[in-house]
């Protein structure tokens, strides 16, 4: 089959949102279809300003085509327009006008559908709110599918978008979070619709402890067994090693793995953490990712930098407990990774997708409250057979539900059901 994803901007830099799933759904896709990617040239939302080349490259697997973005963003234009159109009554074409102003608008991206869709066998766009679905979606909605990438904000209350969803064949979700904000917030029963979410698939050459070790992880070469059984002090030995050795982490330790950043629930996080601290058998907290904000100065807490993706999932496997602080993270990918090399979450009871993960599992503790976080973090450092018996849990809810078979099996049931007979 032969399909076009259709997004406003494409890179192995966009670390999350629609873009990312995007990103991720194409290049294992890749491998069983034909991938087209239908992007534009801008990098940054804020300005839309084109900074990638126009043109057609093959990236893992997957064609993308950039098309350059027509129009510039307004920032102070669509600033003024937003506040009018929220706060007064408004028609169906000040909403499609908000969305061009949100942008990208790309005439070459929509001319190049156009001329093109019956070439392909299903449409697929990802993010509801942008110029490139609310146009693109139009051309043919017989064979589309949206990924509307749901979260809660003033805008979602256009009628602009229940129309959007029920035109076109079916709807993609990434979570069951974002299917009842779907139903009972936007108000929209799609004619088909799918909870697909992302997969992970963990390094196939971590370890685990044998407690926690399928008969598959046991099929090791030599080489790696003669690692296993080198004499290594105890602090060098067992999960995440690579993570320890290179950070000189000798004992336990908590981890976050993302944007440094306040809007990612950081701050609180932090702030939460510094109670927890003042105990005398406090475990530090390390944090993985770009810093985005000022740190404060805690001696419990340690900067990772930005990991590569097989050292991440190696961090994840080092760490006794990850830490989810953000309230909409739709993909709750850190949460995924976390699981599947079998660490406990705590995760901030906001976080719809990663609670939902977490209780499915019975593999994760939520928290409301500075209270309930310092209380939970510190039953989780102390009580080794908890955090073993949930880490063996999140390792068989990933193994049944979220490697990357199984949601490539999602998404071509929801496109068998698309595609006309």
Avoid at 21 to 43: F, I, M, N, P, Y
Avoid at 158 to 175: E, H, I, P, Y
Avoid at 190 to 201: S, Y
């Amino acid at each position: 089959m032969k399909f076009a994803f259709i997004t406003p901007r494409y890179g192995a830099d966009i670390p999350g949102g629609a873009e990312h799933a995007c990103r991720l759904l194409a290049e294992q896709l890749s491998a069983r279809h034909e991938v087209d990617v239908l992007t534009t040239c801008a990098r940054n939302p804020l300005t839309w300003k084109n900074e990638y080349t126009e043109g057609a490259d093959r990236v893992r697997g997957v064609l993308l085509r950039r098309f350059a973005v027509s129009q510039a963003h307004d920032a102070a234009g669509f600033k003024q327009h937003s506040e009018r159109i929220l706060s007064l009554p408004r028609s169906r074409n000040d909403e499609i006008a908000w969305s061009r102003r949100l942008g990208p608008v790309s005439n070459g991206l929509l001319d190049h559908l156009r001329r093109q869709h019956r070439g392909y066998d299903v449409l697929v766009f990802f993010s509801l709110m942008h110029a490139t679905t609310v146009d693109g979606a139009e051309v043919a909605p017989d064979k589309s599918i949206i990924f509307p990438h749901l979260v809660l904000q003033p805008a979602l209350r256009f009628g602009l978008w229940a129309d959007l969803l029920t035109s076109v064949r079916a709807v993609g979700l990434v979570s069951d979070a974002e299917r009842r904000l779907l139903h009972d917030y936007v108000g929209v029963r799609a004619r088909i619709d799918e909870t697909v979410g992302i997969g992970i698939d963990p390094p196939p050459q971590l370890s685990y402890p044998r407690h926690q070790q399928d008969p598959a992880d046991a099929l090791i070469n030599d080489d790696a067994a003669a690692d296993v059984v080198e004499a290594e002090p105890d602090y060098l030995s067992g999960r995440g090693v690579t993570f320890r050795r290179r950070n000189r982490l000798y004992g336990s330790f908590a981890l976050y793995g993302g944007r440094v950043d306040s809007h990612n629930g950081c701050e609180e996080m932090l702030e939460y953490f510094d109670a927890y601290a003042g105990e005398d058998d406090a475990m530090p907290l390390v944090l993985m990712g770009v810093k985005m904000m000022k740190l404060p100065d805690q001696r419990h807490v340690v900067l990772g930098g930005v990991l590569p993706d097989r050292e991440r999932m190696s961090a994840y496997e080092a760490a006794d407990v990850t830490i989810a602080p953000a309230s909409d993270d739709l993909l709750a990918q850190g949460a995924l990774e976390s699981l599947a090399v079998g660490t406990p979450v705590l995760t901030s009871a906001r976080n719809q997708t990663a609670v939902s993960h977490c209780v499915k599992a019975n593999a994760g503790l939520p928290y409301a409250n500075r209270q309930e976080f310092v209380e939970t973090l510190r039953l989780l450092a102390r009580n080794t057979r908890l955090r073993e018996a949930l880490g063996e849990n999140g390792r068989n809810y990933v193994r049944q539900h979220y490697r990357w078979e199984h949601v490539l099996g999602r998404f071509e049931r929801l496109v068998a059901r698309v595609r006309p007979r």
